[in-house]
């Protein structure tokens, strides 16, 4: 017996169904490999995370001379992988220019993503940084709440992350495409 065929979407499809109400707006969709794919919920602690990422990220571009102009962090808004692809990272670092009225920011204009992984652990070194990677994000960083560590992956190359890196509390997160980004841990952890 013969499996129905599947319909795969692309990000216009979404976006049109979003607009005819079919998927709401706040709905915590992605679009993977043309497949809707809905989201966990948030809970405390994940939402903590992102929030003290994100305020982390956003001290250190306002920091620095002339960042503040070129970049900004984004929380929780798509990011777009090629026509089948939109996914939401927890925080992103992407490129002002990006911005505007008639598209998401694309792979291109990304360059440093987390996802705050609380109970998604394995779908999120799978699943997501295999997208992430073949999409060529400089750097991806795995925040893995349940063992309390950052896990920094850098040097995309054929679908995966040629550098990986642990981080645990007390230590200090070093950006490996953002020189001058460093984050101490237990500053960014729920």
Partial sequence: ?????????????????VRAGLILEDERVELIGGEIVEMSPIGPRHAASVTRTAEAFSSRIFASAGLAGMLVVQVQNPIELGTDGLL???????????????RHPRAGDA???VEVSDTSLEYDTTVKLGLYAWAEIPEVWIE???????????????????????????????????????????????
């Avoid at 995309?156 to 642990?166: I, K, N, Q, V, W």
């Fill in 111 to 113: 360059l440093l993503v």
């Fill in 88 to 102: 939401q990272p927890d925080v992103a670092i992407v490129r002002r220019e990006s911005l505007g009225p008639e």
């Fill in 1 to 17: 017996m013969a499996l129905p065929a599947r319909r795969k979407f692309t990000v216009s499809d979404l976006e049109r169904m």
């Fill in 144 to 190: 893995d709440l349940e063992h309390e560590r950052v896990l920094r992956y850098s040097q995309p190359r054929d679908g995966s992350y040629r550098l990986t890196c642990e981080f645990r509390q007390g230590e200090v997160v070093e950006s490996d495409t953002l020189r001058w980004l460093r984050v101490e841990v237990s500053n960014v952890m729920g």
